[in-house]
């Protein structure tokens, strides 16, 4: 599996962005695509997950009702769509993947990881 990560920048608080997250090489039937965050120093957080396949969906209490999770089979793609962020929102935001049949924000559930994309709410 490789993910790459765009669409993070800066901010000020109640904005909005957007990320996205390119999926390739992957040959599994199912797999569980996560999106956490790092804020400086901090450990690594999940912040919400899709499968590939189905309905299921797992957003972290904080950001619940701020971002969806959504994904784009035809290109491979899971976004996130994140409104309203607030100063503790910061830090550089990566996609994951794994083959599962369980979606999961625990971050030792993933073998693969994206570069990360810095995200800056700031006034």
């Known amino acids: 599996l490789q993910l790459v990560e765009a669409g993070g920048g800066s901010v000020q608080p109640g904005g909005s962005l957007r990320l996205s997250c390119g999926v390739s090489?992957?040959?599994?039937?199912?797999?569980?695509v996560g999106w956490f965050r790092q804020a400086p120093g901090k450990e690594r957080e999940g912040v919400s997950c899709i499968m590939n396949r189905g309905d299921l969906i797992i957003y972290e209490v904080s950001v619940k009702g701020r971002f969806t999770i959504s994904r784009d089979t035809g290109k491979n793609t899971v976004y996130l769509p994140m409104n309203s962020l607030q100063p503790e929102d910061t830090g550089i935001y990566y996609c994951a993947g794994t083959p599962s049949i369980f979606c999961t924000t625990i971050t030792t559930s993933y073998n693969y990881w994206g570069q990360g994309t810095q995200v800056t709410v700031s006034s």
């Open positions: 090489g992957f040959t599994y039937e199912h797999v569980a």
